[in-house]
């Protein structure tokens, strides 16, 4: 396998991680309800939420990791 059919493969992989029921993970974190005051907001909620979730599984412990 060649540098770039793996990384295409890996892409692909990406693409399809964490889908459920057609929707990525990404999209189902969308959904929740963002209260924070918009002045305020320099992050969308579902991508903090996304990269929570993300080190949570890849055996993050606490906020240092």
């Given amino acids: ?3 770039r059919s ?3 493969h890996m892409l692909s992989f990406e693409q399809q991680l964490i ?3 057609g929707l990525s993970l990404l999209d189902h974190l969308s959904i929740v309800r963002d ?3 918009q002045w305020k ?3 969308k909620l579902a991508d903090i939420l996304f990269l929570t979730v993300t080190a949570v599984i ?3 412990e606490g ?3």
């Fill in 6 to 8: 793996h990384c295409d």
């Fill in 41 to 43: 907001i320099e992050h």
């Fill in 58 to 60: 890849g055996g993050a």
């Fill in 35 to 37: 209260p924070r005051q």
């Fill in 19 to 21: 889908t459920m029921n």
């Fill in 1 to 3: 396998m060649t540098i």
């Fill in 63 to 65: 906020w240092e990791d």
